[in-house]
C-alpha cells in the first residue's frame, strides 16, 4: 500500500517529531503546555525539565519524565487544541460551532469562500482546512490590530502563509464595492459572516454569492438573531433562512460513575443559514402564517 501525500503546511506533519513540531505536553493534572521542539532546548516548569532531545525523533503519544520524576504525555496539537490555546484579539469561534458551520455551509474542497470579521482567525483556520490549497477563503477584517493576530494564529496553525487564504483589513461592504468597482469581480460560493451587525452586509452579499450558495450567520444573542433573519426575508433574495445552536455537554467517566460533567458552556451562539436565490426569483408566499402579534398589532398577514 503506498502512502497518500502529505497535505499543505506543518499542521499535517506526520511520522516522528523532529525540529520545528509543534507539541502539546500533558502533566498528570491534565495541564497543557505547547513546545515547539528545537535541538538542546529544554522546557522548564515547577516540576522540573523536559529535554526537546528526549522527544525529538520519537513518535507522537510518548510520555518523557521530567529529573523530578513527574510523567508528561507528548502529542502534536489538533485545531481544536490550537485554537483554544492560541492567542486572541477577539473572541474565537469555538470548536464546537466551527465543526458545525462546516457542515452546514456545505464546504468542500475547492470552495471559494468569503469571510467577515477575522477576529483571532479561529474559524479561518476551520475554513482553510475545510476548502484546502485548491480553494480560496477571502477573509475581512476592519481593524488592523486583530487582522494581525489572525493573521500570525493562521501561520502558525498551517506552518506557514496558506496558498488559499486572502486576508484583506478593512469593512466589508466598502471594501468588496471598491475591489469590484475595480474591475475585480468577485464569486463566492459560500459566505460566513461573524460580526457584531451583520445585517448590514446583507446587501453587498447578496451581490457576491453565486445563486445556490449558502451564507452563514454567526451571532451571539437573540436580538441579532431577529434582525438578521428579518433582514434576509426583505431582502427578498435569499431562501426562508434557518436557526440553530448547539449546547454540547462532556461527560464524566470515572468506573460507575458515568455521567454528565457538572459544568458545561451554557452559550456560545446562534447559526443563521440562508441559500441565495437566482437572481429575479420570487420566493413562494409562506405557507405557515407568523404567529398572531408576531410582527407588532399593526402588522396585516400576507394574503397567500
Ligand atoms: C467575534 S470577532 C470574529 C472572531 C472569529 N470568527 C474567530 O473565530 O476568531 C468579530 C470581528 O468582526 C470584525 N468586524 C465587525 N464588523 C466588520 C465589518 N463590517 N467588516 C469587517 N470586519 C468586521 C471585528 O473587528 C471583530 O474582529
Redesign the pocket.
Known amino acids: 500500500m503506498t502512502t497518500p501525500p502529505a497535505p499543505h503546511g506543518a499542521e499535517h506533519r506526520r511520522g516522528l517529531l523532529r525540529e520545528g513540531d509543534r507539541v502539546q505536553l500533558t502533566d498528570p493534572k491534565k495541564r497543557m503546555h505547547t513546545i515547539t521542539l528545537g535541538a538542546g532546548k529544554q522546557f522548564h516548569t515547577s516540576k522540573g525539565i523536559v529535554e526537546h532531545d528526549d522527544l525529538i525523533g520519537r513518535p507522537e503519544g510518548v510520555v518523557v519524565t521530567t529529573g523530578k520524576g513527574v510523567p508528561y504525555l507528548a502529542l502534536r496539537p489538533l485545531l481544536e487544541d490550537f485554537v483554544l490555546s492560541m492567542p486572541?484579539?477577539?473572541?474565537?469561534?469555538y470548536p464546537k460551532d466551527?465543526a458545525l458551520i462546516v457542515g452546514l455551509a456545505d464546504l468542500y474542497p475547492g470552495a471559494r469562500v468569503l469571510e467577515?470579521?477575522?477576529?483571532?482567525?479561529?474559524?479561518?483556520c476551520s475554513l482553510l482546512r475545510a476548502v484546502g490549497d485548491q480553494g480560496y477563503v477571502s477573509s475581512?477584517?476592519?481593524?488592523q490590530d486583530?487582522a494581525d493576530v489572525?493573521a500570525v494564529n493562521v501561520e502558525t496553525f498551517f506552518g506557514g502563509p496558506h496558498p488559499a487564504w486572502n486576508l484583506t483589513v478593512?469593512?466589508?461592504?466598502p471594501s468588496l464595492r471598491a475591489a469590484n468597482a475595480e474591475g475585480n469581480d468577485a464569486e463566492f460560493d459560500r459566505v460566513v459572516l461573524?460580526?457584531?451587525?451583520p445585517w448590514?452586509?446583507v446587501p453587498v452579499v447578496s451581490e457576491v454569492l453565486a445563486p445556490g450558495g449558502v451564507l452563514i450567520v454567526?451571532v451571539a444573542t437573540t436580538t441579532q438573531l431577529s434582525r438578521t433573519v428579518e433582514t434576509l426575508r426583505t431582502d427578498g433574495r435569499w431562501t426562508e433562512p434557518r436557526a440553530l445552536e448547539t449546547l454540547l455537554r462532556t461527560w464524566h467517566l470515572e468506573g460507575l460513575a458515568v455521567r454528565p460533567d457538572h459544568r458545561m458552556n451554557g452559550h456560545t451562539g446562534f447559526l443563521v443559514t440562508s441559500r441565495r436565490l437566482a437572481e429575479g426569483t420570487v420566493l413562494p408566499p409562506r405557507r405557515t402564517r407568523p404567529a398572531k402579534g408576531a410582527y407588532g398589532e399593526d402588522y396585516e398577514l400576507p394574503t397567500a
Open positions: 486572541r484579539g477577539a473572541t474565537i469561534v466551527a467577515a470579521g477575522v477576529g483571532s482567525g479561529a474559524l479561518t475581512y477584517e476592519r481593524r486583530f489572525s478593512g469593512d466589508l461592504t461573524d460580526m457584531l451587525a448590514d452586509c454567526y
